[in-house]
């Protein structure tokens, strides 16, 4: 059955300190995937997405992925983190245009000041 | 201008009442959704359409029941709510299917007392 894991439920980090969010997989093909980001009270916005070519792939306010086939991971990252990061994240996979998109459970980044 | 919206942001009722909530996307998408966000943050799908027609149904009970009056409207009318219809609610569109980034709205909070 097609699946999405993200392992870390919560994930605290100093602001300033880099960042990783892990996220593994299981499909069948090659996947599109992606990372979104909901603040409080909001709905989900994208910060990137990968669906073929180059598997380090840029996304919104310094983030970036990199996909990797033989570990079935797109873990997100950034450098550098910001207070108005802190929020949940959440990695999700769609394999055609006549599948769904799933999701992840998500990962609550908390920023240290 | 916003581009996928959902009314109302709050729905608070009762057991056995029924309620509506819609949602509407300026975007030109053809693909619209409806997610369920548990308390756990948990996102599952419920609906997708596709230009008016009804392409995923999630072993949702039938007192959801979706209307897509045309591609760019997707109702979700709730029959005799319960306790455990409580959560937020989210619309969502894309292009097309599995493969195309999702737009999100800002979520309905449902509370059933």
């Known amino acids: 059955a097609q699946s999405v894991t993200q392992p870390d439920i919560h994930i605290t980090v100093s602001e300033g300190a880099s960042l990783e969010l892990r996220c593994n997989y299981s499909?069948?093909?090659?996947?599109?995937l992606f990372w979104y980001v909901q603040s409080p009270g909001q709905g989900l916005q994208l910060l990137l997405k990968y669906f073929s070519g180059d598997t380090l792939v840029q996304g919104i306010k310094g983030f970036e992925a990199e996909f990797k086939r033989s570990q079935s991971s797109f873990n997100l990252r950034k450098p550098s983190v910001h207070w108005s990061d802190a929020a949940e994240y959440f990695c999700?996979?769609?394999?055609?245009?006549?599948?769904?998109?799933?999701f992840g459970k998500g990962t609550r980044l908390h920023i240290l000041p | 201008d916003t581009a996928v919206s959902q009314t109302p942001k709050y729905l608070v009722t009762q057991m056995g009442n029924d309620k509506s909530i819609k949602c509407e996307q300026n975007?030109?998408?053809?693909?619209m959704y409806w997610y369920k966000q548990d308390s756990k943050k948990f996102l599952k799908i419920m609906f997708s359409y596709n230009n008016k027609e009804l392409i995923i149904n999630e072993t949702v009970p039938n007192r959801f029941s979706p209307k897509s009056p045309d591609k760019a409207h997707l109702n979700l009318h709730i029959n005799s709510l319960e306790l455990g219809d409580s959560a937020v609610y989210f619309c969502?569109?894309?292009?097309?299917?599995?493969?195309?980034?999702?737009?999100f709205g800002n979520g309905t909070r449902l509370t059933v007392t």
């Open positions: 969502a569109s894309s292009r097309q299917g599995g493969d195309s980034p999702l737009h």
């Open positions: 499909y069948g093909a090659t996947p599109y």
């Open positions: 975007l030109g998408h053809d693909t």
């Open positions: 999700a996979v769609g394999q055609n245009r006549d599948d769904k998109i799933i």
